[in-house]
């Protein structure tokens, strides 16, 4: 199958790759040729054919950096970083304790920052780049019982805009992808709890459906690929709808 996408040889750091999504993800990568790298709390359970790999607290700046650095090394460089990291608690604003926003906002945001600074600068010195941040629907919207994760999605928004903006001149991209509802193991663990709310959200997506992981990873592909060498600073929404209604 010819090489459509340019991400043959193409050295891709997926940070949160062992999770549902990110495992996803990899496995795209692997698929179109990319040497793959993965950063993840747990790195043991990894696609086989990931090319480098690093156990770290992503919530940690240092972490994050000495993670992404070690990776970089073992993959001769990097040419596009995905960050794929997120945790959520819902319940209302009112009863979050402080660990609990600073472990969100840790999680989702401190990572996003350090991994997005260290990997533009890399970038920058080679003179192209791609880096794409998992936002969310959450981040544009004021969902009810999503405080400090839509707080956090709406940051890296403008985070990422801000980087598209200062590194675009050294060729660097910095875009966002806004999944809606997907089927994953955060949405699954959801509806187990709350079997009764599955129609409800179900109503709210005009296509009537749950998005896949494989319309997720695509986009993500294009983005990350030489096609996509003039987007920069958007936010992608892969929602079958939800944000136009």
Not at 81 to 96: A, F, Q, S, W
Not at 152 to 175: P, S
């Amino acid at each position: 199958m010819p090489d459509w996408l340019g991400l043959g040889g193409q050295r891709v750091v997926v940070a949160g790759g062992a999770g549902t999504i990110g495992s996803a993800l990899v496995s795209g990568f692997a698929d179109a040729g990319a040497s793959v790298g993965v950063i993840d709390l747990d790195v043991s359970n990894v696609d086989p054919r990931v090319n480098a790999s690093a156990r770290a607290d992503l919530s940690d700046g240092d972490e994050a950096r000495g993670s992404l650095n070690s990776v970089m090394q073992q993959l001769g460089g990097l040419d596009g970083l995905v960050h794929c990291v997120g945790i959520n608690d819902r319940k209302p604003i009112e009863n979050y304790t402080a660990p609990e926003w600073d472990r969100i906002v840790g999680v989702n945001l401190t990572s996003a920052f350090h991994l997005g600074a260290q990997a533009a600068a890399a970038m920058r010195e080679r003179g192209r780049g791609r880096i794409v941040f998992f936002s969310s629907v959450a981040g544009r919207s004021g969902h009810k019982l999503h405080g400090p994760y839509a707080a956090t999605k709406g940051a890296i928004n403008q985070l990422m805009r801000v980087i598209a903006h200062e590194y675009a001149v050294h060729g660097v991209t910095a875009n966002a992808v806004a999944p809606g509802y997907m089927d994953t193991e955060l949405t699954r663990r959801y509806l187990t709890d709350n079997p009764d709310k599955r129609h409800a959200l179900i109503e709210l997506i005009p296509a009537g459906r749950f998005g896949t992981l494989q319309e997720v990873v695509d986009p993500v592909l294009f983005l990350c690929s030489p096609r996509a060498s003039f987007i920069t600073g958007q936010v992608l929404y892969i929602d079958g709808g939800r944000t136009i209604i």
